[in-house]
C-alpha cells in the first residue's frame, strides 16, 4: 500500500487513461473532475477502449433530500457557502449527465442514497481511498491510500455480504473499500 497527501500524488487521469475494464468512482460530487481536461480525457480514452467494460460512478442528485444529505456536505465542502455547495453538486449533475449520454452503454450513474464514508476510486485493480472531514483543506488534499486488490473477487464477496474466512487482513480492508461501493450500487446480496 501506498499513501500520498493529496490526489496529486495518485495521478488520477493517469489511471483512467490506462484503465482497461472497470472504473468505480464513489467521491459523492465530481466538480473537480468537471473543471478538469485532463481526468475528462482519461474518462473518454477509458470509455472508448472496445475492452471497456464499464464505468460506475456514485453521486449525489441535486434533487435527492436525506437527512444525512446537509451535514454531510458540511463535512465534504467545509467553510464554503451552502449556494456554493449546491452550484457544486449542479455542476457534477450536468457533467455526469452529458458523460451518461456521450457513453449510454458503458456508463451507469448510481443516486447516493447512504451516507457516504468515504471518496473511493476504483481503476481495474487499483483501489484508491481518502476520507470526508470537517476541515478547510478539503479531501483532495488530505492523506489518500493505493492499494491492489482483486477487485472483481471482491464484488463477489458482496453477495454473500462478507468475506471467505480464509481471508487474509488486507483482502477483509480491500473488501470493506469495495463492499461501500457495491452496496452504493445495489450489488450486494444484503
Request: with cysteine; glycine share 6%.
Amino acid at each position: 500500500m501506498k499513501i500520498f497527501a493529496g490526489t496529486d500524488g495518485l495521478n488520477i487521469p493517469d489511471l483512467f487513461y490506462s484503465a482497461s475494464r472497470r472504473i468505480i468512482l464513489n467521491g459523492a460530487v465530481y466538480g473537480p473532475f468537471a473543471k478538469s481536461e485532463r481526468h475528462q480525457a482519461g474518462l473518454d480514452t477509458a470509455l472508448n477502449k472496445p475492452e471497456f467494460q464499464r464505468l460506475d460512478i456514485i453521486a449525489i442528485e441535486p434533487e435527492l433530500d436525506f437527512s444525512w444529505k446537509e451535514s454531510f456536505l458540511g463535512a465534504l465542502r467545509f467553510g464554503i457557502s451552502r449556494q456554493a455547495t449546491e452550484e457544486e453538486i449542479k455542476v457534477s449533475h450536468t457533467f455526469l449527465t452529458d458523460l451518461k449520454k456521450k457513453y449510454p452503454e458503458k456508463l451507469r450513474i448510481h443516486p447516493a442514497r447512504n451516507l457516504p464514508c468515504t471518496p473511493v476510486i476504483v481503476v481495474d485493480n487499483t483501489i484508491c481511498f481518502g476520507q470526508y472531514a470537517h476541515a478547510e483543506p478539503h479531501a483532495p488534499e488530505g492523506f489518500w491510500g493505493m492499494v491492489e486488490a482483486d477487485v472483481e473477487k471482491l464484488i463477489e464477496w458482496t453477495k454473500s455480504g462478507r468475506p471467505p474466512s480464509s481471508s487474509t487482513k488486507k483482502e477483509i480492508a480491500a473488501f470493506r473499500l469495495i463492499n461501500e461501493c457495491a452496496r452504493s450500487m445495489n450489488l450486494s446480496g444484503s
